[in-house]
């Protein structure tokens, strides 16, 4: 019953995500928050604007979250990732992101995924004969303001030039134009900070700063035991799903499937570097690409008992991971 409700193409699913997010993530509303120092600008000027009462930041978190779940759902959705058209994607994003503990529920790449999300959409949208330039700037554009909240993901620039290099035919100003959004965001930020008094600013070491307080914290073991027994079968099985979509597709759908594989090559180098500057990086990186991955786990017509069962086992292990 989960699984057929979020397979479906009924826009209506999503109101259930008004229950599902606050339902897993209410109990961190008093956790501790961020404290300002050490972080991209905007992700300060944000926290100056929330204040400090730990309430404020959990419900900005809780919004964010709700956004991205309906957000990979389009991009799921409009870039042909799955099979068919489903909600899947809103319903595993919160449930995969609340297996993690992190000290603070607001960080800043949550803060910045938006953008990530928004980004990629627009870049692939482009088509393999159509204009492309504007939605390769917009979205070089968007992965500066990313940035600005937390600096890796100016690295994924180099998903925008993979997806250039399968979807069009070789043009130079295409692999030029998102670095150029890109550079225009972090120059005027520079400018604006000058003409403050600001500067100099040192991006680079918000990296190690902020990575510090966002830790993936140590499980027991037979928490860590029986999520292995039900995430480990369903990410096979999605492998297993997305390697034979893959090959029985046609070639605009190959080109955006490998599109988001290089999205989750350059996500899995984000998170490596992070975690070699701080043992730690924060859960959403991992979160994201595995929700849309695990997508195809669940397509399938066959075994749905299994499947729905895994969803519940997922389901459970979320809650008891947030409130047990």
């Known amino acids: 019953m989960l699984v057929g409700l979020y397979r479906s193409n009924q826009p209506a ?25 050490g972080s991209m600008v905007l992700f300060e000027r944000l926290l100056v604007a929330l204040g400090p009462k730990a309430w404020v930041h959990g419900l900005f978190a809780i919004g964010l979250m709700l956004l991205m779940a309906v957000q990979l759902t389009g991009l799921v959705n409009s870039a042909d990732l799955a099979d068919r058209r489903n909600h899947l994607p809103a319903f595993l994003f919160p449930v995969l992101l609340a297996l993690f ?11 910045g995924m938006p953008l990530v999300i928004w980004a990629m959409r627009r870049a692939w949208s482009m088509t393999n004969n159509g204009p492309a330039l504007s939605s390769l700037f917009d979205a070089g554009f968007l992965l500066g303001l990313a940035a600005l909240f937390y600096l890796p993901y100016a690295f994924l620039v180099v998903v925008l030039w993979a997806s250039i290099s399968v979807i069009r035919p070789f043009q130079l100003r295409e692999y030029i134009v998102p670095v150029l959004g890109l550079a225009v965001v972090l120059y005027l930020t520079w400018g604006v900070l000058h003409l403050n008094g600001a500067t100099p600013w040192r991006p680079l070491l918000t990296i190690a700063e902020q990575g510090v307080s966002i830790p993936l914290a140590p499980r027991s073991g037979l928490f860590r035991g029986l999520l292995y027994v039900v995430l480990v079968p369903v990410l096979l099985v999605a492998l297993l799903d997305f390697a034979v979509s893959y090959q029985r597709g046609v070639m605009q759908v190959k080109n955006l499937r490998s599109s988001f594989l290089a999205w989750g090559a350059a996500l899995t180098v984000i998170m490596l570097g992070v975690y070699l500057l701080n043992k730690a990086f924060p859960p959403v990186l991992l979160a994201v690409p595995l929700a849309v991955l695990c997508v195809h786990a669940f397509m399938g017509e066959k075994r749905k008992a299994l499947r729905g069962a895994a969803a519940w086992g997922l389901l459970v292990m979320a809650l008891w991971a947030q409130w047990g």
């Not at 997010?21 to 300002?36: M, Q």
């Not at 503990?101 to 803060?111: E, Y």
């Open 13 to 37: 699913v999503l109101l259930t995500l008004m229950v599902l997010v606050p339902g897993l993530f209410l109990g961190d509303l008093a956790g501790p928050v961020v404290a300002p120092g």
């Open 101 to 111: 503990v992190r000290s603070a529920l607001l960080d800043p790449a949550l803060v």
